[in-house]
């Protein structure tokens, strides 16, 4: 049983920006998902499509989790039941 990795995509629109998109969402762990005008100053996190304060983001990458907790397994009530 293989999967196959998906990577981000990079995209550069006609103005500079540049987003990196990963399933249809802004998602990015290497760094900044979203650079407006390409312009590094302006940079936005973003994480599976929700939007992260770079402090945020800097955490969610270092536990490598970076859904919220509604989506992990603790989250999801009565389905991990014994």
Do not use: C, V
């Amino acid at each position: 049983m293989t999967e196959k990795y998906q990577q981000s995509k990079k995209l550069k629109k006609a103005d500079g920006t540049i987003a990196y998109i990963f399933d249809g969402k802004l998602h990015n762990w290497e760094g900044p998902a979203l650079l407006p005008e390409g312009d590094n100053r302006k940079r936005e996190y973003y994480l599976h499509g929700i939007q992260y304060t770079e402090e945020g983001w800097k955490e969610a990458r270092r536990n490598r989790e970076g859904l919220p907790w509604y989506k992990t397994a603790l989250g999801q009530a009565g389905q991990n039941r014994n």
